[in-house]
């Protein structure tokens, strides 16, 4: 089976003088893999507005910070829990069906947005229909797309795709922020929906599900990998057909007897409270309450977006070549570490001490998906991965959500975010721990749990 397809060569065009090398043409997994960014960086956008819109929200309509931080939790949580459902639903439906839906609810949601007058219109908006569009965005659909294009380079394609979900995030925040202080949030708004609803465009055209849909194998597939792929085809093929739903909740019950799940479930946990939920949500605020500006914060926090590509494509190659349970225990202890000191360094201005946290928060802020989703594949198989990725993507974000909401419930009774720093801290420190409990790596390609 060919490895790739031919592009854009015709039957005038000249032979190629003797001793040149020959052409290698570019193999239709980058360009799903370039499709697949844009659509992940477009659900991420919104992921990018809440913090910035939480108070000119709350300025124009009288609502507290617990009503609108409420409103983020919701979605957080909705976003979690939506991951593995997606999943299945992507193996039922398709891809590129499923990831172009997504990307139009969310265009629409967020337009719709503008016309809310009423707390629990900004609950359905934001908590639940765009959390379920962008759930079904998040990074399991990245994870499934760079397991079924790629076997070589699969680890450094992971973490590029992590980066641009993060990046997505916090790059897009000074031109959001901008829009808010200029032109009221509800232009933020809309610049959300556009992009969305452009790329859904660019989704339904040049998407595709699988590459044998192509004629081709993966990227960089060997006979061994073939085999393996072919091996989780049959475990697919001989299961009875069920709903989408019943079928991922039958692989959580599956996996649930292994503790290297569980472990991951509460790591992930940890991450989502650290990132999504404290940081994303409360620094900007955090800083306000510093004297910094709005502007200024939203930027810095494009900066931890910005070194997170260098951070996180940095681990996904690490991931091809280091055990990732030791991975996980270098980034969850050095964002403990930051986190103990972010309380001295938030000022008026930006000190150094603020430059350092940017850079290293930056540097590990989505680290920890590459060696998650290596390990998921390794002790779960490829056939079940992606769903198995789903559930631990879904206790990121229910961690992100209750993190979100225990911070705000800080901020509000003591006037303070100090405790909820101290106690992400604490959090983790104790997943170094967890990520050194699991199992040394197995790599599998059943559906047999490790002991």
């Not at 760079?146 to 995030?169: M, P």
């Not at 810095?300 to 990732?324: E, Q």
Request: hydrophobic share 55%; net charge neutral.
């Amino acid at each position: 089976m060919t490895d790739d397809v031919a592009v854009g060569t015709s039957g005038a065009a000249s032979e190629p003088f003797a001793g040149d090398p020959p052409r290698r043409p570019i193999h239709r997994a980058w360009i799903v893999a370039g499709v697949t960014l844009a659509g992940l960086v477009a659900a991420a956008a919104f992921r990018s507005s809440t913090g910035v819109l939480l108070e000119p929200v709350e300025q124009e309509f009288g609502w507290s910070r617990t009503t609108t931080s409420g409103a983020v939790s919701l979605n957080l949580v909705v976003y979690g829990l939506t991951a593995p459902f997606a999943a299945a639903l992507m193996d039922r439906f398709g891809v590129r069906r499923m990831a172009t839906i997504s990307l139009v609810a969310v265009g629409l949601a967020s337009a719709a947005t503008t016309l809310m007058s009423s707390p629990w219109q900004l609950w359905v908006l934001w908590g639940f229909v765009i959390g379920i569009g962008t759930g079904s965005m998040a990074l399991v659909f990245g994870a499934i797309v760079a397991n079924r294009w790629f076997v070589s380079h699969r680890g450094l394609v992971t973490g590029i795709f992590s980066a641009a979900n993060a990046t997505g995030q916090l790059v897009f925040l000074p031109a959001i922020a901008w829009a808010a202080t200029q032109h009221g949030w509800r232009a933020a708004a809309l610049v959300v929906a556009g992009l969305a609803l452009v790329v859904a465009l660019l989704m339904g055209l040049l998407m595709a599900d699988r590459p044998a849909d192509r004629g081709l194998a993966p990227f960089g597939a060997t006979a061994e990998s073939e085999q393996e792929a072919a091996k989780a085809a049959r475990i697919v093929a001989a299961r009875p057909v069920v709903p989408p739903a019943r079928n991922a909740i039958a692989v959580l019950v599956r996996v649930s007897r292994s503790w290297t799940f569980w472990a991951l479930v509460l790591t992930f946990w940890v991450c989502g409270w650290s990132t999504n939920g404290l940081i994303q949500t409360h620094f900007i605020p955090a800083a306000h309450d510093h004297g910094m500006g709005t502007q200024t914060a939203a930027g810095l926090l494009a900066l931890v977006g910005i070194f997170d590509i260098a951070g996180t494509i940095a681990s996904g190659w690490l991931t091809d070549r280091v055990d990732s349970r030791v991975l996980l225990a270098i980034y969850y202890g050095g964002r403990g570490l930051s986190l103990l000191a972010i309380d001295a360094v938030l000022a008026p201005g930006v000190e150094p001490g603020l430059w350092i946290f940017i850079v290293f928060y930056g540097l590990d802020w989505v680290a920890t998906v590459p060696p998650t989703v290596a390990l998921c594949r390794q002790h779960f198989g490829l056939a079940d991965s992606g769903i198995v990725f789903g559930w631990v993507f879904a206790s990121h974000m229910v961690g992100a959500g209750v993190g979100a909401s225990i911070a705000g419930w800080v901020r509000e009774s003591s006037g303070s975010y100090s405790s909820a720093w101290l106690f992400a801290a604490g959090l983790c420190f104790a997943s170094v721990l967890i990520a050194l409990s699991i199992p040394r790596r197995r790599t599998t390609t059943s559906t047999e749990i490790p002991a």
